[in-house]
């Protein structure tokens, strides 16, 4: 059984408690416009061109028998229609100036790469499943979280609870910790900023907290998108209501990501976007402590 | 970032002192080299071999041979000295030196005494003897100096018998005093038989009863001093201190200490005594485990109710004594860390017997002074880890390193260190000496190197040789590939068959025929160093001895031989591996590009290296970003790392010198990685000639593109990893590993708790020492930009820390480039 996963990132200290390794599981079925992973969004590997990198010597353009790469003034472009996803042109650049975004590793394989940090995971830190959304590749995902369960490991998922709910109860057995993203309250944003409605996701946190899993929630704090009072508030009732997780992190956009979206060749609307204030934050994670206790926040903000 | 670690919490006093060590040259006082000459016409006061490990000072051996002989102060030699062995000479001479010549200061507030102590003393040899040795150094075609040039010129490394790094027997000194010691060579003096008291033996012990006396000597004069200012001083306060010290002088370190005061300034005084013995500022010369032998002296000051404070400023004022061992050659240009080249050690905290923490209150007071103190160079603080170590010296470390920009302090892994000791036992048949019962009482000197404590000289920098000539010759088929040069005249040398002839590369069908000529030319250029530093280390045991030193290591006296002649119990030379990661990555890539991909053939390989890669970039390309790299935690290339240093480590013990040594390996490149890579021709692993090695036992720059925990796997992994759920280490001497972290994984509580459970697997998982250096890359830009603001900016090199604006702009630049590389 295979995964399509993007990346594995060892040591990663944001992706739950303890020092994690946190692999990204490649498609999503949310687009939200401030994506810190677009290229996770895509379920199909894509090519990605880093100008830093390259050597200019067209490696690339003669290895690729599907006629899908341009290249021109700008260097090196692909034609995303013809793309097969078939690596050739990542795997003949001298330089690595293209990187096939998303491979296909046997579940064994990764368990095997996994598992690598465990002298480092201490007694609370272990492995996290993130994405893209990790529950598209449900069936895979829940082999991989019985693995490493049955080995010991601390398992915790990332995901934002947008399908049946179901396949949770299937993984939840091999689950130590869900990281559960509530992103928009009001229905219609929800819809507007990630094409989905959100009915699903609050429900199925309601069906978590009859669970009695252990439960983080995450909010993405993003200018002119999530960061209002009404959204905090209105996301903090309804916590309230349903049921406290053990914490809920309010998550500082930045926007490192903004070379990404270049390379994707999408023109981001929130690459100007710097930095939230510190005060803003601080407000923003005082509303909802006034609900919602275990409120906090994380990332860097600025203080000016 | 932004800004600065500085120092807190100090006194007055202290403040003071610290402030006017740092006015560098600007200050009245110093502890400069003073020369000194027995005035014959042949007289010389330099011995270059001490510096042949350090290849920046080549060009100046005729200026520093002549020059510093020519203003020199005359000592007054006895009639008859020249009948007396050459031992008791400089015993002789050293002593009157140090005490009628050499003028006893102290510095205003100061509360240690003893303070001006790097002397170039008479190598006191006779007019015959000195023909014999600078034949033997200074001939123009088979001479040391020559060859040793030659071998650093063609890059195979450098090798010379350099001094201190050791750890002498202080709490002997400190716990039973220098009459102890002076009566037990005495006793075996005594006991000899004429013809012996006669011969060599009794002119060692004699040599060494003159020695052991010194300390008294000087101490006395102190004494007198203390008194002479105290009876001078208005401030009561100040003058009672002084009383104090004059007090303390009578005492130690002839007597045994009995407080806390006196125990440190009985070290002091026997630490610095040893550089003036050595004539050379603190190279690697360390305090063992500090917190455990002076600690019976801390309690009993305390439960005699004295104030913590105090004890507290007595330490402080040891730091700053240990700083001043850099004024040697205070006005003598910076260059790559040169000035950061002395490490006086020192062992905080670890095992005891059977795993038990030995951590005690004084550890942790020495903790406060690292931090109050800090930034500061010297002395080192080494801290040592294991899994039972506790929380609370765990968090107070993670706090510290979070704080400051590199750890203020190295960190030394018991498990990995313990298991390389008892290797190194095992092939020495050493195991009545090193074995479970004692071993976790062993330290580390100059940077990181693992040795005893007290009878042990393992001569840790002496011998550094690069593998990556072996890839070279492996190519040149026993030649070398390029033209060298003599680096400072440009004169090329003649390319001569080397090494072994291995046969033609290009005829090697696959891979294991390339490594079996390469493993031939690793064992070639073993002997080949081994050979040129035999040489040197004899010429040392006839015409250098230091017999203060060996009053201080135990088996010098028993044997009645100099520890320059193999006197001491445990004896080794270390052969400190230079360019592992560069050499290894360049088998990878041998193997990749020739054999596996085919990407070039082997004579298109020597042809781009010849070129230094010019009009071969896409090949290079393909060697630096497609072919495997150690350091990632990957399985393949890890188990070729693993492979050769296990075949290099077994290979290196079947040397040995002429007086007794038996050659160990370890790892440690101080700045060779830097320099040499501007000597050794361009790597298969694409680097360019002019780019730098590997250093010690790192990966290749920007080449741990999985994070610090893959890199500290494949660190351990290629150590020997473990068998049996036992900690296997094939470098007994230790293997320096550095690390960068960003500020962001230490930014608040949480996060420090993280850097907590990486230190625990690292226990687990990784070498035997570790640096840690926390950087954003744009606090080093601005400090190359605005160096006058980051004077006090420290950063960890390779086992030992440098002003980050003292050192030279390409190791500036290296350090920014390993930093870029960190991926958290």
Redesign the interface.
């Known amino acids: 059984m295979d995964a399509t996963i993007l990346d594995i ?3 990663s ?1 944001e992706d739950g408690p ?2 994690r390794t946190t692999v990204f599981f490649k498609g999503c079925n949310l687009v939200c416009g401030w994506c810190h992973n677009p290229e996770s969004i895509n379920f199909k590997p894509d090519p990605n061109w880093f100008l830093s990198k390259c ?1 200019g ?1 067209s ?1 690339c353009k003669t290895s690729c028998s599907h006629g899908a790469i341009i290249r021109n003034e700008d260097g090196i472009q692909f034609d995303r229609k013809k793309c097969q996803s078939c690596g050739a042109c990542a795997k003949r650049c ?3 100036a293209i990187e096939l975004k998303g491979k296909k590793i046997h579940v064994t394989k990764l368990f095997n790469e996994l598992i ?2 465990e ?4 007694p ?2 272990g492995v996290t499943l993130s994405g893209g959304e990790v529950m598209m590749q449900a069936e895979v995902a829940t082999e991989l979280a019985r693995l490493l369960k049955n080995k010991g490991i601390n398992v915790a998922i990332d995901t934002a609870g947008c399908y049946d709910y179901r396949l949770l109860e299937k993984i939840m057995p091999y689950v130590d910790l869900i990281l559960y993203d509530l992103k928009v309250f009001n229905p219609i944003e929800h819809m507007s900023l990630t094409r989905v409605d959100n009915k699903l996701i609050l429900e199925n946190y309601k069906r978590l907290i009859v669970s009695k899993v252990r439960l983080w929630i995450r909010t993405p704090i993003i200018q002119n998108a999530t960061d209002t009072d009404e959204n905090i508030l209105g996301l903090a009732e309804f916590i309230k209501e349903a049921g406290y997780p053990e914490r809920w992190e309010l998550c500082a956009f930045n926007n490192l990501c903004r070379s990404k979206y270049e390379r994707l060749g999408i023109e981001w609307q929130y690459k100007e976007y710097g930095l939230l204030k510190r005060t803003r934050l601080e407000h923003l994670t005082a509303l909802a402590m006034t609900v919602v206790p275990m409120a906090m926040y994380s990332g ?1 903000v600025a203080d000016i | 970032m932004g800004k600065i670690k500085q120092p807190k919490n100090l006194s007055s006093r202290i403040k003071w002192l610290r402030d006017y060590y740092f006015e560098g040259t600007a200050r009245e006082w110093n502890n400069e080299f003073r020369p000194f000459t027995s005035g014959t016409p042949w007289d010389s006061n330099y011995n270059e071999m001490t510096y042949y490990v350090v290849p920046e000072t080549y060009p100046f051996f005729p200026t520093f041979n002549s020059g510093l002989i020519q203003g020199a102060y005359k000592v007054d030699t006895p009639k008859g000295f020249y009948d007396l062995s050459i031992a008791e000479r400089r015993a002789l001479f050293i002593q009157r030196t140090i005490v009628d010549y050499v003028p006893q200061e102290i510095l205003p507030g100061d509360l240690l005494c003893g303070a001006t102590f790097n002397i170039y003393a008479s190598l006191c040899l006779s007019k015959k003897e000195t023909a014999i040795r600078n034949k033997a150094i200074l001939d123009k075609k088979s001479g040391l100096r020559k060859r040793t040039i030659e071998f650093h010129d063609r890059g195979f490394g450098n090798c010379g018998p350099t001094s201190g790094h050791l750890q002498p027997g202080y709490a002997v000194a400190v716990t039973k005093g220098f009459e102890y010691i002076y009566n037990d060579i005495k006793e075996k003096y005594d006991d000899l038989s004429q013809s012996d008291k006669d011969g060599k033996k009794g002119h060692q012990l004699k040599a060494m009863m003159t020695s052991a006396q010194t300390p008294r000597l000087l101490a006395e004069k102190y004494a007198a001093l203390c008194e002479k200012f105290a009876a001078e001083e208005k401030d009561p306060t100040r003058q009672a201190e002084l009383l104090k010290m004059s007090e303390n002088m009578k005492v130690v370190p002839w007597k045994p200490a009995t407080n806390f005061y006196e125990a440190v300034q009985s070290l002091w005084f026997t630490h610095m005594l040893v550089m003036t013995d050595e004539n050379y500022p603190g190279p690697g010369l360390s305090f063992g485990r500090i917190d455990q032998y002076l600690y019976p002296f801390y309690k009993k000051s305390i439960d005699d109710g004295e104030d913590p404070t105090f004890l507290k400023e007595i330490l402080e004022c040891l730091w700053i004594h240990c700083n001043t061992a850099y004024d040697a050659m205070i006005r003598v240009g910076m260059n790559q860390g040169i000035t950061a080249g002395y490490g006086q050690l020192m062992m905080l905290s670890g095992m005891g017997k059977d795993g038990k923490d030995l951590t005690n209150d004084l550890t942790y007071l020495f903790l406060d002074v690292i931090d109050d103190m800090s930034p500061i160079l010297e002395p080192k603080p080494n801290v040592r880890l294991h899994s039972n170590s506790p929380e609370k010296l765990l968090d107070r470390v993670c706090d510290m390193i979070a704080d400051s920009q590199g750890a203020p302090f190295l960190l030394n892994f018991d498990e990995r260190s313990i298991a390389g000791l008892l290797h190194e036992a095992k092939f020495a048949k050493l195991q009545h000496l090193i074995n479970p019962d004692n071993v976790f009482d062993y330290g580390s000197v100059g940077c990181l190197e693992n040795t005893m404590v007290g009878n042990d000289r393992s001569q840790t920098v002496d011998v550094n040789l690069n593998f990556l000539k072996a890839i070279e010759l492996t190519l040149g088929n026993g030649k070398d590939i390029v033209d060298y040069k003599d680096q400072l005249w440009g004169k090329p040398y003649k390319n001569i068959q080397m090494g072994p002839s291995t046969g033609d590369p290009c005829s090697f069908k696959d891979f294991d025929e390339f490594y079996a000529a390469f493993l031939k030319q690793i064992k070639f250029i073993i002997k080949n160093i081994v050979d040129l530093y035999n040489t040197g280390d004899a010429l040392r045991r006839q015409f250098f001895p230091t017999p203060y030193l060996s009053c201080l290591v135990k088996g010098c006296a028993e044997s009645g031989k100099d520890v320059t002649q193999g006197g001491a119990e445990i004896k080794f030379v270390t052969i400190e591996g230079v360019t592992f990661a560069t050499t290894v990555d360049s088998l990878l890539a041998i193997k990749y590009l020739v054999y596996d991909e085919k990407a070039c053939t082997m004579s298109e390989l020597i042809k781009a290296l010849q070129a230094n890669w010019v009009g071969y ?3 290079q ?2 060697a ?3 072919a495997p790299k150690y350091g990632r ?1 990957d399985e393949d290339a890890d188990l070729l790392a693993q492979n050769f240093m296990k075949f290099w480590a077994n290979e290196v013990p079947n040397y040995h010198t002429t007086s007794g040594h038996t050659y160990r390996p370890g790892m440690l490149s101080w700045n060779y990685w830097v320099s040499d890579g501007y000597i050794l021709v361009a790597s298969p692993d694409g680097r360019k000639r002019g780019q730098f090695l590997s250093n010690a036992i790192c990966p290749s720059n920007g080449a741990d593109s ?5 890199n500290s ?1 494949s660190v351990g992994t290629v150590l020997g990893g473990k068998e049996n759920g036992e900690y296997v280490n094939w470098l007994p001497n230790g293997a320096s590993h550095t690390i960068t972290l960003n500020p ?2 230490v930014a608040d509580t949480g ?1 420090k ?2 850097l ?3 230190l ?3 226990v ?2 990784g070498g035997t020492a570790l640096q840690i250096n926390i950087l954003d890359v744009e606090t080093l830009k601005d400090a190359q930009k605005n160096p006058e603001e980051y004077r006090h900016l420290l950063v960890r090199v390779t086992g030992y820390n440098a002003y980050f604006t003292s050192i030279g702009r390409e190791l500036q630049n290296e350090i920014i480039e390993r930093e870029s590389h960190a ?2």
């Open positions: 990132q060892r040591m200290t303890g020092l050597i010597c490696t001298p330089s690595n690598k940090d002298a480092y995971f201490g609370e830190g860097a | 970039e896409k090949l390309a393909i630096k970003n497609k935690d999985n994070g610090p925990t893959a796997n962001s994984l996060h708790e993280k907590k459970y990486f625990k697997g690292y687990k998982n991926t958290i």
